[in-house]
């Protein structure tokens, strides 16, 4: 989150609107929002429907139906036009992140 924080200029600047989704609660996105001083909005997937809806689940560590660290450009009508999974110990490339958003 602290790699977007720091990168959200940059993004701003190539057209993306930045939103962060997790299955945690709100009440955590506010702690996390706070803690880390984010300048986006968390959104909180706490009934899975968005994790479902992108076919983006895994059982990790025991639980069911977690996200998978991923990462989707979104363009105006909602067609998604960037999509990438990481492993779970994997940093999103924030630039490979601009570079897709400025080839839109």
């Known amino acids: 989150m602290g790699l977007l924080r720091d990168r959200s200029g940059d993004l701003r600047a190539a057209g ?3 939103y962060a989704i997790s299955r945690d609660s709100p ?3 506010i702690a996390w ?3 880390l001083d ?3 909005a968390l959104l909180s997937d706490w009934n899975c429907e968005a994790v479902r809806a992108f076919d983006n689940a895994q059982t990790f560590r025991g639980f069911e139906d977690v996200a998978l660290r991923s990462a989707f450009l979104i ?3 909602g067609v998604v036009r960037f ?3 990481y492993a779970n110990d994997e940093v999103p490339d924030v630039d ?3 570079d897709a958003a400025r080839a839109l």
């Open 16 to 18: 993306v609107e930045l």
């Open 33 to 35: 929002q706070q803690a």
């Open 75 to 77: 363009d105006r009508d």
């Open 27 to 29: 009440w955590t996105h």
């Open 83 to 85: 999509a990438r999974e």
């Open 96 to 98: 490979e992140l601009l």
């Open 38 to 40: 984010l300048d986006f």
